[in-house]
């Protein structure tokens, strides 16, 4: 039974999480990793482990996990580059 539960709480914790993650990628645009710039990807990847930390651990608050992928968002929209801008 207490297996039943766990995997009823995960089974919830990945349909709220997974969409809001799907929303920020589309609203970040369509890019191939090969065009991406190095922030860009990094942006991706922390978003990546954010998601996954949510999903493995009931301990992390879900709360948490969306304001940490709206913040990656931000800054992923910011004009911050590694890219040589002259």
Avoid: Y
Wanted: glycine residues 4%.
């Amino acid at each position: 039974m207490e297996l039943l539960k766990e995997l009823v709480i995960l089974l919830v914790r990945v349909i709220t999480i997974l969409p809001l993650l799907l929303l920020v990628t589309l609203i970040m645009g369509k890019r191939s990793i090969g065009e991406l710039p190095v922030f860009d990807f990094l942006i991706f990847l922390s978003l990546g482990a954010v998601v996954g930390a949510d999903i493995a651990d009931a301990d992390i608050s879900h709360i948490h996990t969306a304001v940490a992928i709206i913040l990656n968002r931000d800054i992923a929209e910011s004009n911050i580059t590694f890219e040589n801008t002259e």
